[in-house]
């Protein structure tokens, strides 16, 4: 069992641009969340899906979207993309019970 | 407000002695805790967990206790390893409600040798 794998691993992007963050979630797991963790923080939540659909979402504005495919593998979306959305963007995923398995996350960094 | 928070962000502890982490909470209905390892450059890794109606459980090498009456919680590591090394958050994960898990900002812990 590979785990909770995301690509790429890291990333450099422009102010403006746009930019997808994939994540393949543990086997058998059908909920993937997304998180974003600025440098020295805890990591903040964006949103939840489950079932294909957009379940919970974070203090997040719409630039940031998202979807579950029906293999459960999700996609992360950042639409005009800021400086301050630098950071390290981790997926969790879970059986729909409480523990939640992390990825390694990507590394974005916006110039 | 949804917050977990941490006393201390940085702690460093002798290679061989104990740990303790400390956490404090601010809702008082939250319902279920977990304690993460996050090493440089990793995902966090999930070390323990403990549901509100638990004071104390243990671990290999951990013990996480819950004390509902100041909204604590703190982690203990045994035998402190330099393997231990990294930055520990405590979530919250507001079960039956929004499934969403709420970090703190993280301790970083040091080993001495």
């Known amino acids: 069992d590979a785990g909770v794998t995301q690509s790429p691993t890291h990333l450099i992007k422009t102010r403006g641009q746009q930019v997808t963050l994939r994540c393949s979630p543990k086997s058998g797991h059908d909920t993937v969340s997304w998180y974003q963790q600025a440098l020295g923080q805890g990591p903040q939540f964006i949103f939840q899906?489950?079932?294909?659909?957009?379940?919970q979402r974070g203090n997040f504005p719409d630039r940031f979207s998202g979807h579950q495919f029906p293999n459960y593998s999700s996609e992360l979306n950042v639409n005009a993309l800021l400086l301050g959305d630098s950071a390290l963007y981790l997926c969790?995923?879970?059986?729909?019970?409480?523990?939640?398995?992390f990825g390694q996350g990507t590394r974005l960094t916006v110039v | 407000g949804e917050s977990v928070g941490l006393h201390l962000p940085t702690l460093s502890v002798q290679e061989g002695d104990n740990s303790i982490i400390n956490c404090a909470y601010s809702?008082?209905?939250?319902?279920?805790f977990i304690w993460y390892k996050q090493e440089s450059g990793k995902g966090p890794q999930f070390i323990i967990d403990?549901?509100?109606?638990?004071d104390k459980r243990q671990g290999q090498r951990v013990t996480v206790l819950l004390n509902k009456t100041v909204k604590h919680l703190s982690l203990q590591i045994a035998a402190t390893q330099p393997g231990d090394s990294a930055v520990y958050f405590c979530a919250e994960n507001r079960v039956n409600r929004d499934d969403k898990i709420i970090f703190g900002k993280g301790t970083r812990l040091h080993i001495l040798p």
């Open positions: 899906y489950y079932e294909e659909e957009e379940r």
């Open positions: 809702n008082s209905a939250s319902d279920y």
């Open positions: 403990i549901r509100s109606n638990m």
């Open positions: 969790a995923s879970s059986p729909g019970s409480l523990e939640a398995f």
